[in-house]
DNA sequence: TATTGTTATACTCTATAACTATA
DNA sequence: TATAGTTATAGAGTATAACAATA
């Protein structure tokens, strides 16, 4: 692949581009926006955020796990997950339990309802993938995981 | 590229994060983060956020160019591009001169100021990119630019 | 009637400081 | 003393509604 180029800087609306589009981080802002468009309408159903559906799968795949291996893991502040976990303990979606082995931590575990609510929802996320990812191969899409977590491992 | 992969599910941590890895979706979110904050570092002595040199380098690049525009260009409302433009006014960066054609419209225009500025931002924004590129061959850094204008574009 | 630029406003997201209870 | 969880709060970022001037 990386075959064809844009020759010239000027593209749709006559505005030149070319500038920014040199820059990684741009394209990586754009994608970014466009994929998360995808999944907002896709996931709108489940009411869930892309933060949320992250939290849930991880607990799914990481039973009592805690909020500080969440914060330290998603790079969020756990004063802002206090309200999400909250949130999702709200809705019946998770439930905090004691940790066996330290006192201080509360691990996060699935409710019923959770699960079938990530089940669910995971059937979202990948269609929302696949939608934004619909003008690439397969082995791009691989190709595009693998240069991605080049850059940010 | 795009052969070694991960066999196991469990990484770093002890915690399981391939369900989540899987999705585009989350790995471009993440390599988001991680280049924008490369940006923030290189950028902050020319104290510009991201979008603010997007602004500034779009002017450079098509003087004249208005707020409806940038605007549509970017995916940013209007009435949260004034604040912007007022600010990038107000410290001598840019101006403001009536659109020769539609007398609605301001054309915007840098400043001598504006130009020596974007100047050094351009070198520093370079710095970023590659710092956040730096585990990619010159090959694979276009691959990815191509890879991620087929998902925005 | 539609569009450009603008103000006001609200809601989400993110970051910091301080507290408690456990370690 | 350090860490897990929590509260309160302030600052960005983003979205909507309404308006004046111009097309």
Do not use: W
């Amino acid at each position: 692949m990386a075959t064809r180029r844009k020759a010239m800087a000027v593209p749709d609306d006559g505005i030149d581009t070319s500038g920014l589009e040199a820059f990684v981080g741009y394209n990586i802002r754009r994608a970014s926006l466009a994929i998360t468009d995808h999944f907002l309408n896709e996931m709108a159903v489940h009411a869930l955020r892309p933060v949320e559906f992250t939290i849930l799968l991880l607990i799914k795949h990481n039973a009592g796990i805690t909020s500080a291996q969440l914060c330290s893991l998603l790079n969020i502040q756990s004063s802002n997950l206090v309200g999400l976990v909250k949130d999702l303990e709200r809705r019946g979606l998770s439930v905090r339990q004691p940790h066996p082995l330290d006192g201080r931590a509360l691990g996060l575990h699935l409710t019923p309802a959770g699960s079938r609510l990530i089940r669910e929802a995971q059937r979202a996320a990948r269609q929302a993938d696949a939608l934004a990812t619909a003008r690439l191969t397969d082995v791009q899409r691989s190709t595009l995981v693998d240069l991605l977590q080049l850059v940010y491992r």
